[in-house]
């Protein structure tokens, strides 16, 4: 009964890391690192292992910090909507762990990524790859932590934007290629749009929770119909994105095209962002077509990648 005990909370303490949505983190240094492959035709593949583990475990602990602080700022608990999506892991809320254990296995899951994020930079001597990881973590941490709580000063989706977008495909290329290259930007743009559209899916379900604690979100500042027509140019946008680079560089023409391929999914998800399926409960349907699409997205992007680096 005692091992069962203790097996139960290690999977506590693994499920609340919300590890099903790491994917976020690992996409872009799929991409990144790929494109980099498509460039030069040479991959290395213990960075690439290290910097998977390394984001991985940084967004873990993003996961955990978030919960901790939108605990201590009553944002969770104020929420009366959870989602499968959002509304945090609810293992504070729920009573299964402590918040000071949510806490420490956020410090620690920090610690570790950045640990393995300081033999990168030993591997490399890259001072590029120091300061993209250090703008990693203090984003991460400092995302819900006060005081500068950035997801709540109505730059949040453009801090997740960045952190889980441009920045991570650019150090993923950089270490494949050791190159800082504008070739990289539109890749970086489409998978920055796919993740700002799930953070902004999810974040329709938390709206009361979100207004009751001043947490200014793209929806809480600019209301529902709003947020819903920025969704929908923004995802148009990244095929539009997608189209662009096929065009001016050969390496992400088969990126592009096979990007171009999930259009039959992206028009669904336009269609089911309206106001009835985003706002009342129980319709998940936004949110879940919006995560298969960043999955799909980034998967097409990555194989896309690879065609070209072995056809070539």
């Known amino acids: 009964m005692e091992s069962y005990s203790?097996?139960?909370?290690?999977?506590?303490l693994f499920l609340a890391t919300r590890p099903k949505f790491l994917v976020a983190s690992a996409a872009?240094?799929?991409?990144?690192?790929?494109?980099?492959?498509?460039?030069?035709?040479?991959?290395?593949?213990?960075?690439?292992?290290?910097?998977l583990i390394a984001i991985m475990a940084l967004h873990a602990g993003a996961n955990l910090t978030n919960d901790y602080f939108d605990h201590l700022t009553g944002n969770d608990w104020l929420n009366r909507n959870p989602t499968p999506f959002s509304g945090g892991s609810r293992f504070i809320q729920n009573g299964t762990i402590s918040p000071q254990t949510i806490l420490t296995l956020a410090l620690s899951c920090l610690a570790a990524g950045s640990i393995i994020g300081i033999v990168i930079v030993l591997l490399t001597k890259s001072l590029f790859i120091l300061i993209l990881g250090i703008i990693g973590l203090l984003g991460g941490f400092?995302?819900?932590?006060?005081?500068?709580?950035?997801?709540?000063?109505?730059i949040g989706e453009v801090v997740i934007f960045f952190l889980f977008g441009i920045l991570p495909v650019y150090a993923s290329y950089y270490l494949q290629t050791?190159?800082?290259?504008?070739?990289?930007l539109l890749p970086a743009c489409i998978v920055g749009l796919l993740i700002f559209l799930v953070i902004l899916i999810n974040e329709f379900g938390d709206l009361n929770a979100d207004a009751a604690v001043n947490k200014k979100t793209i929806i809480v500042c600019l209301g529902v119909p709003a947020a819903i027509w920025i969704y929908r140019i923004l995802l148009i946008t990244s095929y539009l994105l997608a189209t662009t680079a096929m065009f001016i560089y050969k390496q992400a023409?088969?990126?592009?095209?096979f990007y171009l391929f999930t259009l039959p999914l992206a028009i669904a998800a336009i269609k089911f962002a309206n106001k009835k399926d985003l706002t009342e409960p129980g319709r998940y349907?936004?949110?879940?077509?919006?995560?298969?699409?960043?999955?799909?997205?980034?998967?097409?992007?990555?194989?896309?990648?690879?065609?070209?680096?072995l056809s070539s």
Request: no cysteine.
């Open 253 to 257: 023409f088969y990126a592009g095209l």
């Open 28 to 51: 872009p240094v799929f991409v990144g690192s790929t494109f980099g492959f498509a460039v030069t035709g040479v991959f290395n593949p213990l960075v690439f292992v290290l910097a």
């Open 178 to 184: 050791k190159t800082i290259d504008t070739i990289v």
């Open 285 to 309: 349907r936004p949110n879940r077509t919006t995560i298969q699409l960043h999955t799909l997205g980034n998967l097409a992007l990555t194989v896309g990648f690879v065609i070209f680096a």
């Open 6 to 12: 203790k097996y139960t909370k290690l999977m506590s």
């Open 142 to 154: 400092f995302y819900t932590a006060g005081p500068v709580k950035l997801g709540y000063r109505s």
